[in-house]
Nanobody, 123 residues
Framework: QVQVVESGGGLVQAGGSLRLSCAAS????????MGWFRQAPGKEREFVAG????????WYADSMKGRFTITRDAATYTVYLQMNSLQPEDTAVYYC????????????????WGQGTQVTVSS
């Protein structure tokens, strides 16, 4: 049973930082990519960042570059999303996902999803 579990969300003031964690279990993820997505109320789910387990190659949505950093700990199958300079428009539920792909920004490419963690940025 594949599981992807997010944690680390919360309430933060504008300009602050948060680090989200995503623990993956249930199989060997060496050929997988991991992605972070987010969904704000009334909006579609959007891609945030992705990382390859094998090569640690990373990719980001243009609007996240320079503020968000995705990393992974291969020993513990944990993926992190460091978010800096947060703004109220970053308020959303953040989801972690795993897919048997090399690289994608398309949510349909990911097979396994976590339940999401709420990030709220106050002004």
């Amino acid at each position: 049973q594949v599981q992807v579990v997010e944690s680390g969300g919360g309430l933060v003031q504008a300009g602050g930082s948060l680090r989200l964690s995503c623990a993956a279990s249930g199989r060997t993820f060496s050929r997988y990519a991991m992605g972070w997505f987010r969904q704000a109320p009334g909006k579609e789910r959007e891609f945030v960042a992705g990382i390859s387990w094998t090569s640690s190659t990373t990719w980001y949505a243009d609007s996240m570059k320079g503020r968000f950093t995705i990393t992974r700990d291969a020993a513990t199958y944990t993926v992190y999303l460091q978010m800096n300079s947060l703004q109220p428009e970053d308020t959303a539920v953040y989801y972690c996902a795993a897919g048997l792909i090399s690289r994608s920004e398309n949510s349909r490419s990911y097979d396994y999803w976590g339940q999401g963690t709420q990030v709220t940025v106050s002004s």
